[in-house]
C-alpha cells in the first residue's frame, strides 16, 4: 500500500540521507522507500484508475489528446517564436548545442511566456500530477527543449532524482516530469526512452560531484549515470520504451524512471515543454552530495509558492 | 523501360563522366541515368516480381526468414568470435570507434572466414542480386560491422554511389549492397535509415576530396554529403524507413540510395555482414574525383573474378 511508505510532511528538515550517492569509489543499488503513487483516491478525469496503476508500475505514462488541436497549434506556434527570439527572450537561461549557438534549452519557460506559464498551471498536467503526491506542487524546474534535426545530440541515461538529490537537495522521491510534445517524436528522431520499473531501484552512483558540475552536465553528463554494467541490468530486467507520439502527446515520469535519449540525424528536429513539478512537503534542503547548491533557473530553492492549478481550454 | 537505358558493356573504357560530383563550389541534382532493375525477366525464388517491383520504386527491399534459425545461428556465432579476435583475425582490415578501441568494422570479411565466405556466395543474395543487375557480379568491397552498445556513434546521410564514383572509380551505378543483420536492428538502436526513391537522384556534392579522405571518411563522413537543405527536400519528398528486423533479415538497397544511422546510447549492439556486389561490366577504372585510388580493402580494382553463385543451406 503506498500510503504505509508516506513520510513525514518534515522529513526534510532532518537532513537524514535517504538515497546517498556519489560514492568515490563504489556503485551500490538501493531500494526506493519512497511511493510512486502517493494516494488511493479516485484520480479526477481525465486521469484514469487504470493511468495511475500503470503509472505505479512502469513509473511514466503517455497520453494523448489531452489538448485540442487549436490548444497545440498555439503552443507549437509559442515554442516556435521562444526558440527564434533565443536570448533575447531568455538571456542567461538559454543553453546551445555543443558544438554550435543552436538553442537547446530555455529555462524558467514559465517565467518567460504567459501562455507557457498557463500551460504550467493547468489542469490537465499539474492536476494530474498533483493528484498523484497527494500534495499541493510547485515548479522545481521548467523549460523549453529543442533538439536540432541533422545534429541532434544524444542524452546518456541518468536518473533526475540521483542529481536532484545530490545537486539540488531534494530529499525524497516525490516529484513528477511532465514532458508536453511540440513536435513528432519517434524513436527515429531521438524521441526519449524509458527503462519501465527502473523507478523501484536507487542506482547510488560512483564519483564524485564536481565543482560547477551543472555548467558542463547540461550537456554532456560525465558524473551520476549508472554504470554501463547497471544499464545492461535494468535494461535487461525491464526493456526500453520509446515515447513515441505526435505534438500535443503529454509524457509524465516519475523523478527517479531512468531515461535518455539518441542522437538525431534525420530533419526532423524535437522540441518539447518540460515542467518537473515537487511536492511542497519535499521542498529542497542543502545537497546531499555537492559543495554547493546549483543556480535557481535548475532548481527553485526559496519558499516555493503552490502552483494555482486553472482548470478550463489555453485558447 | 528498365533495359532502354542499359549501357554499353565497355561504358568504362570510355571514361566518360556520368556523374560529376565535388564541384568547389556547389551542389546540382542530376537525374539518374541507369536503371534500378535491369532486367524484366521473372526472377529466381526467393526473389518475387512484386519484390523486383518494391526494389525498383523504392531502392531497397528488406527480406526475412531467408535463412534457417541454425544458419542465423551459425552466423552470429562465427561474427562475434570474428569481433573478439579483432586485429589477430584482420590485421589492419580493422577499423575501431572514434573514441575508443572498440571493433568497429572488419574489413575483405569474406577473405577473412569460410562460413562469411560461403554467405558471399550463397544464392538468397548473389543470385538476387545477380538477377537483379542482370550481370554477373563480384565484391566490390566486404565486411562486418560492428556498432557497440551505449557509445555507437551515428553514421551521417549519404549515397555510396557518390563516394564509389568519386573516390573508386565506379563509372555507372550498376552495384547493389546487402546487409545480412546478425543482430536484432531496431530504430532503437540505430537500425538503418533509408530514403526510399532517393536512388533516382544523384546529389553531385559540393567541396573537394582531401587526400587519403578514406583514413577519416570511414569514421565519419565530411565531403560527398549532401548539404542539410537537400537531405531536407529529400526526406519531405520521400520520407525515411527505418529498415527494423531480428537477425537473419537482410536488406538489399541500390548504391545510390540515400541513407545513414543514429548513434546508440542502449546497451544492444547491432551488427552486420555487408556485401557490395558490382556488375563486372561495371568494373572499376580510374577515381573521378581524387586524386588517387582508394586501397583494395574499400574497392575491388583488379581483374575481379565473377562470384561463383552456390545453391545450398550454409550449415
Chains 1, 2 share one sequence.
Not at 21 to 32: F, G, K, M, Q, V
Not at 93 to 116: C, K, N, Q, W, Y
Not at 209 to 229: C, F
Amino acid at each position: 500500500m503506498p500510503l504505509e511508505f508516506a513520510p513525514q510532511r518534515d522529513v526534510s528538515a532532518t537532513q537524514e540521507d535517504a538515497y546517498p550517492t556519489r560514492h568515490p569509489d563504489r556503485e551500490t543499488w538501493l531500494e526506493r522507500k519512497d511511493p510512486v503513487v502517493w494516494t488511493d483516491k479516485m484520480p479526477p478525469a481525465p486521469l484514469t484508475r487504470s493511468d495511475m496503476d500503470s503509472f505505479e508500475r512502469d513509473g511514466f505514462l503517455v497520453m494523448r489528446d489531452l489538448f485540442s488541436p487549436a490548444e497545440v497549434a498555439a503552443l507549437v506556434d509559442r515554442s516556435r517564436e521562444l526558440r527564434e527570439g533565443g536570448r533575447a527572450v531568455a538571456g542567461d537561461d538559454v543553453v546551445t548545442e555543443p558544438d554550435s549557438d543552436a538553442v537547446r534549452t530555455i529555462f524558467r519557460l514559465d517565467e518567460h511566456d504567459g501562455l507557457m506559464n498557463a500551460l504550467s498551471r493547468d489542469a490537465r498536467i499539474a492536476g494530474i500530477v498533483s493528484h498523484l503526491l497527494a500534495d499541493d506542487v510547485y515548479l522545481h524546474q521548467s523549460r523549453l527543449n529543442y533538439k536540432p534535426g541533422f545534429t541532434g545530440k544524444e542524452f546518456y541515461w541518468h536518473s533526475d532524482f540521483e542529481t536532484w538529490h545530490a545537486e539540488d537537495g531534494m530529499p525524497r522521491m516525490r516529484a513528477i516530469s511532465a514532458s508536453l510534445l511540440l513536435t513528432e517524436n519517434r524513436a527515429q528522431n531521438g524521441a526519449l526512452m524509458l527503462m519501465p520499473g527502473s523507478q523501484n531501484v536507487f542506482v547510488s552512483c560512483q564519483g564524485e560531484t564536481p565543482d560547477a558540475n551543472h555548467e558542463s552536465s547540461l550537456k554532456r553528463q560525465e558524473v551520476g549515470t549508472p554504470s554501463q554494467v547497471s544499464l545492461a541490468d535494468l535494461a535487461a530486467q525491464h526493456g526500453i520504451t520509446d515515447a513515441e507520439g505526435p505534438a500535443g502527446t503529454l509524457i509524465l515520469f516519475d523523478c527517479n524512471t531512468i531515461h535518455g535519449s539518441n542522437g538525431n540525424i534525420t530533419p526532423t528536429p524535437r522540441s518539447n515543454a518540460f515542467f518537473v513539478y515537487n511536492a511542497v512537503s519535499n521542498a529542497l534542503t542543502e545537497p546531499f552530495a555537492a559543495s554547493g547548491a546549483r543556480p535557481d533557473f535548475l532548481a527553485t530553492r526559496n519558499t516555493p509558492e503552490p502552483i494555482d492549478i486553472r482548470g478550463g481550454a489555453l485558447v
